[in-house]
Structure formats: C-alpha cells, structure tokens
C-alpha cells in the first residue's frame, strides 16, 4: 500500500500520486534452436491497476494492460533481423493525466555480431 504517512500532512492516508496497488509485469520467451542462435519469439504482458495523478486523489487514472510481442531472425553468423510491436492492441491509457501514451508502434532492425 503506497500510502502518505506524513504526519499532520493535509494528503495523511491518501494514496501517493502515480502509484498503483498493483502491477504485474511477465515475459514469455521461447528459442528455436541454440539459446542466442536460433529464431527467436517473445512476449510481454504489463497489468497496472487504477492509482491518482495527483496527492489529493481528486484525479484518477484508470488501469490498463499492455502487450508487446517480438521476434528475432539470424541471417548467417555474423546478422540477426529482428522486430518487435509495443502496445499490441492499441490500448489508450495515461500514466499522467492529460498525457496520452504511444499508441500500437512497430520496430524493425539489424543487428550484427562482431568477432
């Protein structure tokens, strides 16, 4: 329990500002092959519960979960492709009123191992 303990603190009791109850953040990775080597998949799972922008607790954020997937591909010895989406479902939420969060994002790359 994220509570402000201060005492004689106008807030005394309230829940402090941005701090949720609960969050749960799990991972799922699995490895085609040699660990490092092979095709590779992931996933992320990100529940955070309701909490308040603000000490006097006038200004809720509503909780939300995330997923982000991702997945990774050697070419070769020396090159890996790989990629990843953030936000899998396009979830609309705030960690701070008034702010919204990247929608659904998609990244794509190479990377490149040297001797």
Do not use: C, W
């Amino acid at each position: 329990e994220s509570k402000n303990r201060t005492a004689d603190s106008a807030n005394f009791g309230n829940d402090l500002a941005r701090r949720p109850r609960h969050a749960l953040t799990t991972s799922l990775d699995y490895s085609f092959g040699q660990v490092g080597r092979g095709p590779a998949i992931g996933a992320d799972l990100r529940m955070v519960g309701d909490s308040f922008d603000d000490n006097f607790n006038a200004t809720p954020l509503d909780g939300y979960a995330v997923v982000a997937v991702r997945a990774s591909l050697p070419v070769g010895e020396a090159f890996e492709l790989y990629g990843r989406v953030e936000n899998l479902f396009d979830e609309d939420y705030q960690t701070v009123a008034g702010y919204s969060t990247s929608g659904r994002a998609g990244y794509i790359g190479i990377r490149a191992r040297l001797p």
